[in-house]
């Protein structure tokens, strides 16, 4: 189970750090992602690390200004996310999947677990 945290009200230009945790368990051997979603549209791509890894990999639209990283005991993943703009506001999900190949790790399809949303509002 994924528990998503540390969205909010920022406003643009600033900063948020959110939170995925790993519930009773850790991520080892999983690709961790984040999608965000606005009402309407299908879940976006936004941040992946494949633990095992080590490797990262953005959405060219976050890419130089979130970071995706994990704890020592890998059972949080987190998404660090500075120059926000009114753009980057959604609902932000955080999802696990074991065998998740390069190819596919940016749909959300590849992913097997998903935690609850957590809303980034920025404005403007």
């Known amino acids: 189970q994924l528990q998503a945290s540390g969205g909010g009200l920022v406003q643009a230009g600033g900063s948020l750090r959110l939170s995925c945790a790993a519930s009773?368990?850790?991520?080892?051997?999983?690709?961790v992602a984040w999608f965000r979603q606005i009402p309407g549209k299908e879940h976006e791509f936004v941040a992946g690390?494949?633990?095992?890894?080590?490797?990262?990999y953005y959405a060219d639209s976050v890419k130089g200004r979130f970071t995706i990283s994990r704890d020592n005991t890998k059972t949080t993943v987190y998404l660090q996310m500075n120059s926000l703009n009114p753009e980057d506001a959604a609902n932000y999900y955080c999802?696990?999947?074991?065998?998740?190949?390069?190819?596919?790790?940016?749909?959300?399809?590849?992913?097997?677990?998903w935690g609850q949303g957590t809303q980034v509002t920025v404005s403007s």
């Open positions: 009773g368990g850790t991520f080892v051997g999983y690709t």
């Open positions: 999802a696990a999947g074991r065998r998740v190949i390069v190819s596919a790790s940016r749909s959300p399809r590849a992913y097997n677990f």
């Open positions: 690390t494949k633990l095992s890894a080590g490797t990262t």
